[in-house]
């Protein structure tokens, strides 16, 4: 037992630390994967002192990168043709050269132009099986010629001494090399007057001439695949805005998307936008580059600053809008000559709003704002990437290539996943609360059917029993009426049998009228609301005797004798009045209709769950139609009974309406001619319970799943009324709500234990919209209900669940 607790306690720690790293562990994963796709080949083949030794080389399958350092000279056009000049100086390739130091120690400027030159020595056979070779040209920024051992092989933009004469060109080309021997002899020509990094920025590729076009096309097609993604990830992050405009981050998500696809096509090495347009909108698109990288700063810096929702940041967003703006209008408007340098400090200023990203989201996750550690950590890893890629533009010899976006996708691909979260959980919340609503409607819909049904069916029934009762009334008074002016008419001339006579025909028409009026003030108890019922525990014999005694003098004038069979005794929890009154509507019905010199026989037994009171009479019987008819709805005329008696013929459906009340039964059988036979069922459950909530609803749910669970179910909306019935009753369960107007339930079970007697303690089960789904001893111990109070349950359980957990606690 112990070393299963323990390693229980083991394996759930461990979760929660994998639930709590997350998000770095797989965003780590995915950053080393990524960087190790980075790997370029032959790494170690450095140029040293302009040459580059290749003779080792494999060029069946790879290509080899011309870096290292060239021979390096500025502001000088030298002759291809001719040998170089004794006096060198050395530059590295793969890094501009306003980043390099002169002889002076002095940088370069970005501004200029110069000669690059590399001597690559071959293999003895490097196109083997004819195979040509071939060079795969960067951007070069910003204009060249290339020559291969003296020999013009490929031109870009206009190389020019001035900025006047010189046009810029961001083309990648790749060349083909028909003759080639043992010695490479590479001569670039290059000026710039336009870009901030200038001079051989990228890496030239040097191969055959089919892994060349291979690497092309690998580079070119993932550079399309990353845009098309961005393009899809743009209109997605607006569908969702649209869908739901709450999420004002998801538009903002777009536009971020929208500058990285920008980027994507004008700063990636394989420069689609540029390689598709020609030289003459080569200024333009530059522009457009710059303009990309607002949208992703403005957008991604307002993101992450308005995370904390606190004033310092909300004072720092309008700073970034007026930064964003300035930065917009350079990229537009600044002449090209300007452009590189002004954006450049513009670009090297943004970072401060990095880090008051960076900033601002350890704030919100500090105070625990919504996906604060995701952006925490997809922040970091993007900081940490982009410093890798510092590092490895700065060395480009280190054997890696940049990542380039990649550290910039750590940041928002989370975030996509986090909006993606996010509208999933509201569109499951919205079909949650649909689903619930369309139910609560049809559950709604069908008890206000089955309520006006049961309406109409008793507007009708009392409309019927009034008309009815108005002229059965009427036909007594009125003979009584009549005899009473009769007898002041000619009292004096009456005999005494006369009198006798007319004050006892006077006497059966007010008993019947009376009779009439006690059944009219039973059918009043039920209302638009369903029967009220006052329940009580009581003995059925008990009451059987009381109601033979009450009609015995009725069956006494016709000669029939009441036979008892109740070898039981029986107790129930029912309101005692309504089944007195459907014992003797039943009662006074077989002696009525029975005929004289003849028996009544009332049995009482248990049948299964149910108490049966059976009574038995011979009388007229009734046909299968008579029956139909008195247990319908049907307007019908009461029959004479065997004496004459007249009746209202509305006592039996009164009665069923009592049984119904009490989720009871009656089962009529006849033959006509011989008798009828009238089985009332009650349950014999004595497991009730009083259930206290001003919710009707709820109280009915309930209350409807108790009782289809055997159990008595008496109701109450208030704990004053609660009370009112715990002054009759003791049930085996009280369940009571704890908010509630006037007497809440914590003051109605403090009233009740101070009331009770020692003997009447039950248990109390207390339920709550606000308790929690589990976990509810706190608050019994918090309100000194602990010893008290059973159980502390939640109302947003199922009707069913709940009558569970609470049968539950009671087993």
């Known amino acids: 037992m112990i070393l299963s607790v323990f390693f229980s306690s083991i394996q759930k720690s461990f979760w929660d630390l994998v639930i709590f790293c997350r998000y770095p562990l797989i965003l780590v994963l995915v950053m080393v994967s990524t960087t190790s796709c980075r790997f370029d080949a032959y790494p170690t083949l450095l140029a040293k002192d302009g040459v580059l030794d290749a003779s080792t080389a494999n060029f069946s399958g790879e290509t080899i990168n011309l870096t290292g350092k060239w021979e390096f000279y500025w502001n000088e056009f030298l002759d291809p043709k001719l040998e170089s000049p004794k006096q060198k100086s050395y530059l590295k390739v793969g890094v ?81 090399l028909s003759r080639v021997s043992k010695k490479l002899d590479l001569v670039i020509h290059i000026s710039n007057f336009s870009h901030k990094y200038a001079g051989i920025h990228g890496i030239i590729r040097f191969g055959k001439l089919q892994n060349i076009i291979r ?44 500058g990285i696809l920008i980027l994507s096509s004008t700063l990636i ?85 990095v880090f008051l990203g960076l900033f601002s989201v350890s704030l919100a996750m500090y105070f625990q704002r919504k996906q604060s550690r995701l952006y925490f950590f997809s922040l970091l890893l993007a900081i940490i990437g982009g410093a890798i890629d510092l590092f490895l533009i700065v060395n480009p010899n280190f054997g890696y290539r940049p990542m380039g976006l990649v550290s910039l996708y750590f940041f928002i691909f989370p975030q996509t996943l986090g909006v993606t979260l996010g509208l999933v959980r509201v569109y499951k919340r919205s079909e949650s609360l649909s689903k619930e609503l369309y139910k609560r409607k049809e559950a709604l819909e069908k008890k206000v059917k089955a309520r006006t049904m049961e309406l109409e069916k008793a507007n009708r029934w009392k409309a019927n029993f009034v008309s009815l009762i108005s002229h059965d009334l009427r036909s007594p008074l009125n003979s009584v009426n009549q005899i009473l002016d009769v007898i002041d008419f000619s009292f004096a001339e009456s005999t005494e049998v006369e009198k006798k006579k007319f004050l006892e025909i006077c006497k059966t028409g007010v008993t019947q009228s009376l009779r009439m009026l006690e059944q009219l ?125 007249r009746g209202t013929g509305l006592g039996l459906q009164l009665c069923m309406n009592i049984l119904e009340a009490h989720f009871g039964k009656l089962r009529i059988k006849s033959v006509l001619g011989v008798g009828s036979a009238f089985e009332i069922s009650l349950s014999k459950s004595t497991k009730s319970v009083l259930l206290v909530d001003d919710s009707g609803n709820f109280r009915t749910d309930l209350a409807e799943v108790m009782r289809r669970n055997q159990w008595i ?65 706190k608050f019994l111990e918090e309100e000194g209900l602990e010893t008290i109070v059973s159980a502390y349950f939640s109302k947003m359980y199922k009707a069913e669940d709940l009558c569970q957990q609470i049968e539950s606690i009671l087993d």
């Open 521 to 645: 003030l039973d059918v009043s108890r039920f209302d638009a609301f369903g029967t009220k019922l006052i329940q009580t525990r009581f003995s059925v014999n008990d009451l059987l005797n009381e109601i033979i005694e009450s009609v015995e003098p009725l069956a006494t004038l016709k000669g029939i004798r009441i036979q008892k069979d109740t070898p039981i005794q029986a107790e129930i929890i029912a309101d005692r009045t309504l089944i007195g009154e459907v014992f003797k509507n039943i009662l006074t019905n077989s002696i009525k209709y029975s005929y004289l010199n003849s028996e009544v026989w009332v049995g009482v037994s248990y049948k299964g769950k149910w108490l049966a009171v059976e009574i038995r009479d011979r009388g007229l019987g009734m046909s299968e139609e008579q029956i139909h008819k008195l247990t319908g709805e049907e307007n019908i005329k009461s029959m004479p009974g065997t004496a004459g008696e």
């Open 269 to 353: 090495e394989t420069k689609i936008l540029f390689n598709l347009f020609p030289d003459e909108y080569c200024v333009s698109l530059f522009r457009l580059s710059r303009l990309g990288f607002v949208l992703i700063m403005y957008f991604g810096a307002y993101i992450l600053l308005s995370l904390t929702q606190m004033r310092f940041f909300k004072r720092m967003i309008v700073v970034l809008k007026i930064y964003a703006l300035l930065f917009a209008g350079v990229a537009i408007f600044t002449p090209i000559s300007h452009l590189a340098e002004i954006s450049f400090h513009f670009e090297f200023l943004s970072t401060i709003f």
């Open 713 to 777: 179910v008496i109701e109450a909306g208030n704990g004053e009324e609660a009370l009112s019935h715990l002054s009759r009753i003791t049930p085996s369960l009280l369940i009571t709500d704890l908010q509630m107007p006037g007497m809440n339930g914590i003051s109605l079970i403090h009233e009740w234990e101070g009331r009770r007697h020692q003997n009447q303690k039950i248990p109390i089960i207390l339920v709550s919209s606000d308790a929690p789904l589990s976990g509810g001893e």
């Open 215 to 258: 690497i092309w096309n690998v580079n070119n097609t993932i550079t399309w695949v990353i845009m098309i993604f961005m393009l899809l990830l743009a209109a997605y992050h607006a569908l969702v805005y649209f869908i739901n405009r709450s999420e004002r981050n998801a538009l903002r998500m777009a536009f971020v998307y929208l």
């Open 96 to 176: 501009p050269w306003f980043s390099q130091e002169n002889e002076d120690g002095e940088n370069y400027p970005s501004f200029g132009f110069a000669t690059y030159r590399l001597t690559v020595i071959l293999p003895d056979s490097p196109n083997t099986e004819g195979e040509p070779l071939a060079v795969l040209i960067p951007v070069l920024h910003s204009a060249y010629k290339m020559y291969v051992n003296g020999e013009l092989v490929a031109e870009n933009g206009t190389i020019a001494k001035t900025a006047k004469d010189h046009k810029p060109s961001f083309h990648i080309k790749i060349i083909p």
